[in-house]
């Protein structure tokens, strides 16, 4: 099993640029999560998905969508990059729609927006 | 805003000694979780304790919860090199599905 696979690895977008950050994975998790990482600030928790066509907003959710059409697959929308944006984004996902389970996560993309 | 706050945020000791992480929560959880992070890579699941469980052990970890305090502790025994990473807390609110994390430790052990 690959796990969570997450890419591009690093991108550098200009101002006011769109990119989709792709997450997959195999391992048939109904959850799946995107989170930003930021120097001194830990994890903040961007949008979730507890299933195909459910997704809801976590702690950081302005300037991103998501959408979950299959089980595999929950990509990351930055619809108009802006500087503040520029992180280290990582996909999680674990089993069922509750928190007795561990997060699986992919490597992370490293998002620098100019 | 972050559910947990790791306390200290940065820890430096010699191989062989013991390392001691502490975070603190701010709402009601139903279990809570400790994560580590090697630099430039993705977070691994170290373990899971639950809100009605007061210690718990994994090889040379140690938990402990106190949902009194809303803290726990992470104790890494007769540490290693290999042990140099940033250490993460992570709790769910009873009535949520996400998982929020706090800053972090960040854990060197010197050879």
């Known amino acids: 099993n690959a796990g969570v696979t997450q890419t591009p690895k690093f991108q550098v977008l200009k101002t006011g640029q769109s990119m989709t950050l792709q997450c997959a994975q195999d391992?048939?998790?109904?959850?799946m999560s995107w989170y930003r990482q930021d120097p001194g600030m830990g994890l903040r928790l961007i949008h979730y998905?507890?299933?195909?066509?459910?997704?809801d907003q976590g702690e950081v959710p302005n300037g991103y969508n998501v959408s979950r059409s299959t089980t595999e697959d929950f990509p990351l929308r930055l619809l108009s990059a802006a500087p503040s944006q520029t992180s280290v984004y990582f996909c999680?996902?674990?089993?069922?729609?509750?928190?007795?389970?561990?997060?699986?996560f992919g490597s992370g993309t490293q998002l620098s927006v100019l | 805003s972050q559910q947990g706050e790791e306390d200290p945020q940065a820890l430096s000791i010699q191989e062989g000694e013991n390392a001691t992480m502490n975070c603190s929560y701010k709402?009601?959880?139903?279990?809570l979780q400790w994560y580590r992070q090697n630099s430039g890579r993705g977070l691994v699941h170290l373990i899971l304790?639950?809100?009605?469980?007061r210690e718990k052990h994994s090889g040379r970890l140690r938990v402990t919860l106190d949902t009194s305090k809303k803290s726990s502790s992470l104790l890494i025994t007769a540490s290693r090199a290999a042990d140099t990473a940033s250490y993460f807390c992570?709790?769910?609110?009873?009535?949520?599905?996400?998982?929020?994390f706090g800053a972090g430790t960040r854990l060197t052990v010197k050879p």
């Open positions: 999680a996902s674990r089993h069922r729609d509750n928190s007795y389970e561990k997060l699986f």
């Open positions: 391992m048939n998790h109904e959850y």
């Open positions: 998905s507890v299933g195909a066509g459910i997704t």
């Open positions: 709402t009601s959880i139903n279990n």
């Open positions: 304790i639950r809100s009605n469980e």
């Open positions: 992570a709790t769910d609110a009873q009535n949520n599905n996400d998982m929020r």
